[in-house]
Antibody, heavy 122, light 108 residues
């Protein structure tokens, strides 16, 4: 059974860097699929942040691209997100998830972490 | 960016009602659309992929239709477990993904 688990600080100061890690259990991230991050501000909709595919190719939501770094650590079966220069608008529940870039379920996020709330404080 | 507009943002309905949620894309996305259900405090769950294909294990009362720019999610007979928020998501290109704003289905 594939499981994902987010980890990282729940509180980040404004102007600093938000750093989260997603650990994947039950599936090797060096295999196929893309891996990514989606966030949801309190009471609002979902926003795709970015995806990393084939261990190296990164795709980012254009408004966040200049502040976003994503990476993979295959030895730990983890992938990570850094979001620079955060403001209160970056307060959200952050989810990591697996993206199907092929096969019948192409285009869907089929496995998700439970989500972690990150609050940006001033 | 492709913008996705969902309507309504909130919907009040009763058990047994037929419910329809609409998602409109700002440009054609062929059939590259998925629907998700999200319950409070939980991650979203896939219901429909490629506009009209039911994900394994999803009840048959859920159905999706549409292509191009206009899509619908229909629940044929609303059940107590269906009160949740529904999101559409386009993947015309997996390098540029977009979600709709969500539709909350409430008890009338």
């Amino acid at each position: 059974q594939v499981q994902l688990q987010e980890s990282g600080p729940g509180l980040v100061r404004a102007s600093e860097t938000l750093s989260l890690t997603c650990t994947v259990f039950g599936y090797s991230i060096s295999s196929d699929y893309c891996w990514g991050w989606i966030r949801q501000p309190p009471g609002k909709g979902l926003e795709w942040i970015g995806s990393i595919c084939h261990g190296a190719t990164v795709y980012c939501h254009p408004p966040l691209k200049s502040r976003t770094t994503m990476s993979v650590d295959m030895s730990k079966n983890q992938f990570s997100l850094n979001l620079d220069s955060v403001t209160a608008a970056d307060t959200a529940v952050y989810y990591c998830a697996r993206f199907c870039n092929g096969g019948n379920s192409y285009g869907t996020w089929d496995y998700w972490g439970q989500g972690t709330l990150v609050t940006v404080s001033s | 960016d492709i913008q996705m507009t969902q309507s309504p943002s909130t919907l009040s309905a009763s058990v047994g009602d037929r419910v329809t949620i609409t998602c409109r894309a700002s440009q054609s996305i062929n059939k590259w659309l998925a629907w998700y259900q999200q319950k409070p405090g939980k991650a979203p769950k896939v219901l429909i992929y490629k506009a009209s294909n039911l994900e394994s294990g999803v009840p048959s009362r859920f159905s999706g239709s549409g292509s191009g720019t206009d899509f619908t999610l229909t629940i044929s007979s609303l059940q107590p477990d269906d009160f949740a928020t529904y999101h559409c998501q386009q993947y015309n290109s997996y390098s540029l993904l977009t979600f709709g704003g969500g539709t909350k289905v409430e008890i009338k």
